[in-house]
């Protein structure tokens, strides 16, 4: 029967669903329309649903070529989206694309992949191919994927449908480029599973595919993840050295990653997304129940969320070296987005800053040209503020007029949390620069 589905794959002759048409979802259920599969898209937003079905992106920021493939898919007829899972019935391979959070104690608990299981359960084809593609725990697939499929549907894994997890590789500001261009990493509940999975994804990867068990995909997704989430908190964590012995952290990784073997990443006012911040708690979250000593992934998001916090106090530094109190002033903030040229705030650090300020009684002002909400001038919501403070390198940043944004401020103080400005051109404005990393302020 599998093998009947494969030719059907290859033929392009199977109807696909895409459960969730967020940023994993919409690209991926574009992309297969695009080249010839009929596509059902499931969104519970209503107007997301109407939004696609209008043949328009949901997503704010720079996303080269979604929108025109919305349109495209669309228009052909090969792509259409609903809230309800009642066209399931004719798909014979479905894809899951929901989010997999963590909640406060850091463990997963899947209640939006659960309720699509039960919701998919009940109206799953025999002989269908089901592939989920969020971030998932290692071993999650056998101990809870499987499980509740098997529950809501009557039906047995590898006897009555197949089971199998493909993690995505995407971010925002690449979707496309990332789905088309990234190697892919293909697990199945047995061998030949994967090997149809393969065949599927090859109409739309023009990348390597490995195909492996499920725990070693499952594996290989959160490692990745939690391998850059350390990463990053190394270079943040000499960032705080640098500036506590009078070093400049910027001029450190520039030299540091002159010798052939090291590339120490940015360091930055914090980490966040939809990934990141979760999955290392994910791949610790499998072994909870064990007694591994495991010190270096906890200890690695706890200098990451400590980050946006560490932006507060130097803002606080700032503005005591001129005088001011944190307490009842006026602070202007690029970038609430969590990456730059994006309009993703899941998990932003920017949400964190504003928070510790409104708790130490100082007022935020956001400006992002990718966020409706603070879509406005800058130079007009920095007006009569006591501090500007770049949270995020939009590039719209870089044409910024730093003498225009002077003459704005009421204090001239600007502090980067990215080490995006040229500290002797802060100067030359008249503003008293702070940046991340380094010892001290630059005038």
């Known amino acids: 029967m599998l093998s009947d589905l494969r030719l059907k794959i ?34 519970i937003q209503e107007e997301r649903v109407a939004l696609v079905n209008r043949g328009e992106s949901p997503f704010d920021g720079l996303e080269p070529g979604l929108k025109e493939l919305v349109t495209e898919t669309v228009g052909s007829g090969r792509l259409r989206a609903a809230s309800d899972y009642a066209g399931i019935q004719e798909c014979e391979v479905i ?28 109206m799953l084809k025999p002989g269908s191919l089901v592939i989920v593609e969020s971030t998932i725990a290692p071993g999650t697939m056998q101990s809870f ?5 098997e529950a809501s549907s009557g039906l047995r894994v590898n006897e009555d449908f ?83 012995v009078g070093g400049d952290v910027w001029r450190v990784r520039q030299l540091v990653n002159k010798i052939p073997g090291k590339q120490m990443l940015y360091a930055g006012s914090g980490v966040g997304g939809a990934c990141i911040p979760k999955d290392p708690w994910l791949l610790v979250s499998s072994v909870r129940d064990s007694e591994l000593p495991l010190k270096i992934i906890p200890a690695a998001r706890s200098i990451n969320e400590y ?18 109190r944190l307490a009842g002033a006026r602070i202007f903030v690029m970038g609430y987005a969590y990456l730059e040229n994006s309009g993703d705030i899941r998990n932003s650090p920017s949400q964190v800053l504003a928070s510790r300020l409104g708790e130490m009684q100082a007022e935020v002002i956001f400006h992002d040209p990718f966020v409706p909400a603070y879509q406005c001038s800058p130079m007009e919501a920095a007006r009569n503020c006591d501090a500007a403070v770049l949270m ?50 630059r005038e």
């Open 307 to 324: 980050m946006p916090i560490h932006m507060v106090m130097l803002i606080q530094n700032a503005l005591a070296e001129s005088g001011l």
């Open 145 to 149: 994927v499987k499980p509740v499929l």
């Open 162 to 244: 197949y089971l199998g997890n493909c993690p995505e590789r995407v971010m925002p500001g690449k979707l496309l480029s990332n789905l088309r261009s990234l190697s892919r990493v293909i697990g199945g509940m047995t061998k030949e599973t994967s090997e149809t999975m393969a065949a599927l994804y090859q109409h739309i990867v023009a990348a390597e595919m490995d195909a492996v068990d499920c725990v070693t995909a499952e594996l290989v997704k959160t490692v990745e993840n939690t391998y850059r989430d350390v990463q990053i908190a190394f270079a943040n964590e000499i960032a705080l050295i640098c500036e506590q």
């Open 10 to 43: 290859q033929q392009k002759q199977v109807r696909l669903a895409v459960i969730g048409l967020g940023y994993v979802g919409l690209p991926v259920a574009c992309e297969f329309a695009r080249v010839g599969f009929n596509v059902l898209g499931i969104e």
């Open 95 to 122: 894809l899951i694309c929901v989010e997999t959070p963590v909640e406060k104690d850091n463990l997963p608990r899947y209640e939006a992949l659960r309720s699509v299981l039960i919701s998919l359960g009940k």
């Open 392 to 441: 995020v390198k939009h590039q719209v940043y870089r044409s910024l007029d730093l003498v225009a944004l002077r003459q704005a401020l009421r204090s001239p103080i600007l502090v980067d949390g990215r080490g995006f400005f040229d500290a002797e051109g802060a100067a030359g404005a008249g503003l008293k620069y702070w940046a991340l990393g380094v010892a001290k302020a």
